[in-house]
């Protein structure tokens, strides 16, 4: 689903929003006793940054 916003200043945004359901693991995984984002994560903020 995508929503326009307009801003303040003018400035059209639009923002796509995506459903949980579609996941296939998790969000975070354990590294070397830390937790950091699973390839899921990554290819989310790939997309929104392209």
Same mark, same amino acid.
């Given at each position: 689903?995508? !929503? =326009? &916003? !307009? #801003? /303040?200043?003018g400035t059209l945004h639009i %923002? $796509?929003?995506?459903?949980?359901? /579609?996941? &296939?693991?998790?969000? %975070?995984?354990? *590294? #070397?006793?830390?937790?950091? =984002?699973?390839? $899921? %994560? *990554?290819? +989310?903020?790939?997309? +929104? %940054?392209n």
């Open positions: 689903m995508d !929503i =326009p &916003r !307009i #801003r /303040g200043d %923002v $796509e929003l995506k459903l949980s359901m /579609g996941l &296939r693991g998790s969000l %975070v995984k354990k *590294h #070397r006793g830390c937790w950091v =984002p699973t390839s $899921e %994560v *990554h290819d +989310a903020v790939s997309q +929104a %940054v």
